[in-house]
Every structure is written in structure tokens, then in C-alpha cells.
């Protein structure tokens, strides 16, 4: 069968990093989630005065992105009728490899994400009765984890890419296997590991788009082309 690889790369998801632990605001956040710094999730709605001297901060903590994405893919009719031909991947801003079971129902409230990812990211993987749902993949990198799709069939979903029509590239496309690859991320572009993956940028809009729009609307055009 056709697989289908979905990737969500430079995601806005890590922890508070090392350099602003010992902060008030972070110290203050902690104890109200009653837990040390180091094990909560970096986000930008409580830590922004935080952030403005990390680098890149305006392309950090924003997991709720992620959140969403993850939301619309797997409940996608692609995802729920054809798990086993389809893997959800997320590389994150710290290069951190995180495999979704596409048979996983994640949270739909985000704090309780929150506390999933947080709950990942110190056990290392999540599981419910012995089956793997979401699992962090050591001592690997995304192009490792792809290497069996050629870069041809690889496509990197960019504002900054060529505006192209996703039905006619799904379509003549729908005998192969493919590696769709959407910035899990606020603003900026993607890192050079990234754009390593594949010299194919395709643009979906004469303006940027939301990562999880880019994900619905690419992941519709595909599963027309196998489920219909």
C-alpha cells in the first residue's frame, strides 16, 4: 500500500530551557504547577518576558500549535481509516524526534497536552495497556527515519515556496510514497537540517497559512487520491 509520512519540523515544543530556570517567573510558574522548572513545557503565554533573549525566541514556545496540528491530522479521515499506511513524526526546535501512534487520541484540552508532553518528555514514552502511543526516537535523525523515501517524493509545505495547485500534485503523485513535511512553528524559516530533506517548496497560498490549515488541506488532497 501508498504510505503517507507527515512530519511536523522545528515544532515550538521543549522544555524550559537550563538558562532561565532559576528565574522568578519560572520559579513562580513552577510552583504553581508544582514541579521544578526543568520538567514544564516552555511556553511563550506565560514566559515571554523570559524568552526575548533566547535565540530565535519568536519561533519557541508555542506547543498549542502543535496541539492543533496534531488534533487535525489525526482526525483526519486519511489517519483514522489507514493507520498503518500512514507515520506521524514531530522534530522539534531541539532537534528531538517524536513518534505518534496514528491510532492515538490525544487531548483535546490543552492543558492536559501539556501535562501529556510534559509526562513524554521525562518517561521518554507514553503507553496504555503495553501499546506504544507516543515515543521519543533516540539516537536518530528525521532523515535516518526517511530514508527509504526517496527526496523527490519529499515535500517541504512553505510560504516561501512555489505556488502550485495541491490537486494536481496529489494527483499525479498518488502511486507514491510521500513525505509530507509542515513547519510546526510561529514565524520565521526552516533550519538547514530541514531544508536538507528535499529541494522540493511547495507554496498552497498567495499568503501564509496556519500550520494546521496547511496540514488539513494537504492531507485532504491526499487521501483523495486513496480513499476515493
Same mark, same amino acid.
Given at each position: 500500500m501508498v504510505k503517507t509520512v507527515i512530519i511536523f519540523v522545528d515544532s515550538s515544543l521543549e522544555l524550559i530551557p537550563k538558562a532561565l530556570q532559576d528565574t522568578t517567573i519560572a520559579k513562580k510558574y513552577a510552583k504553581k504547577r508544582r514541579r521544578h522548572a526543568s520538567r514544564l513545557l516552555l511556553?511563550?503565554?506565560?514566559?515571554?518576558?523570559?524568552?526575548?533573549?533566547?535565540?530565535? %525566541? +519568536?519561533?519557541?514556545?508555542?506547543?498549542?500549535?502543535?496541539?492543533?496540528? #496534531?488534533?487535525? *491530522?489525526?482526525?483526519?479521515?486519511?489517519?483514522?481509516?489507514?493507520?498503518?499506511?500512514?507515520?506521524?513524526?514531530?522534530?522539534?526546535?531541539?532537534?528531538?524526534?517524536?513518534?505518534?501512534?496514528?491510532?492515538?487520541?490525544i487531548p483535546k484540552n490543552y492543558n492536559r497536552f501539556v501535562g501529556l508532553m510534559e509526562q513524554l518528555f521525562s518517561k521518554k514514552v507514553i503507553k496504555t495497556n503495553g501499546k506504544k502511543l507516543i515515543s521519543i526516537i533516540n539516537q536518530s535523525t528525521i532523515k535516518q527515519e526517511i530514508k527509504?523515501?526517496?527526496?523527490? %517524493? +519529499?515535500?517541504?509545505?512553505?510560504?516561501?515556496?512555489?505556488?502550485?495547485? #495541491?490537486?494536481? *500534485?496529489f494527483q499525479k503523485r498518488a502511486l507514491e510514497d510521500l513525505v509530507l513535511i509542515?513547519?510546526?512553528?510561529?514565524?520565521?524559516?526552516?533550519?538547514?537540517?530541514?531544508?536538507?530533506?528535499?529541494?522540493?517548496?511547495?507554496?498552497?497560498s498567495s499568503s501564509p497559512l496556519e500550520a494546521w490549515i496547511v496540514a488539513a488541506r494537504v492531507l485532504y488532497e491526499r487521501e483523495k487520491t486513496i480513499l476515493h
Amino acid at each position: 500500500m501508498v504510505k503517507t509520512v507527515i512530519i511536523f519540523v522545528d515544532s515550538s515544543l521543549e522544555l524550559i530551557p537550563k538558562a532561565l530556570q532559576d528565574t522568578t517567573i519560572a520559579k513562580k510558574y513552577a510552583k504553581k504547577r508544582r514541579r521544578h522548572a526543568s520538567r514544564l513545557l516552555l511556553d511563550s503565554s506565560y514566559h515571554y518576558k523570559l524568552m526575548r533573549d533566547l535565540p530565535n %525566541h +519568536r519561533k519557541r514556545g508555542r506547543p498549542d500549535i502543535l496541539h492543533t496540528c #496534531l488534533l487535525t *491530522v489525526l482526525g483526519t479521515p486519511l489517519v483514522k481509516f489507514k493507520p498503518h499506511d500512514c507515520r506521524i513524526l514531530v522534530h522539534t526546535y531541539n532537534h528531538k524526534l517524536i513518534e505518534f501512534n496514528p491510532e492515538t487520541r490525544i487531548p483535546k484540552n490543552y492543558n492536559r497536552f501539556v501535562g501529556l508532553m510534559e509526562q513524554l518528555f521525562s518517561k521518554k514514552v507514553i503507553k496504555t495497556n503495553g501499546k506504544k502511543l507516543i515515543s521519543i526516537i533516540n539516537q536518530s535523525t528525521i532523515k535516518q527515519e526517511i530514508k527509504d523515501i526517496p527526496s523527490q %517524493h +519529499r515535500m517541504i509545505f512553505s510560504s516561501r515556496g512555489k505556488l502550485m495547485n #495541491l490537486s494536481n *500534485v496529489f494527483q499525479k503523485r498518488a502511486l507514491e510514497d510521500l513525505v509530507l513535511i509542515i513547519g510546526g512553528f510561529p514565524f520565521g524559516d526552516f533550519s538547514s537540517e530541514i531544508l536538507q530533506l528535499s529541494k522540493i517548496k511547495i507554496s498552497i497560498s498567495s499568503s501564509p497559512l496556519e500550520a494546521w490549515i496547511v496540514a488539513a488541506r494537504v492531507l485532504y488532497e491526499r487521501e483523495k487520491t486513496i480513499l476515493h
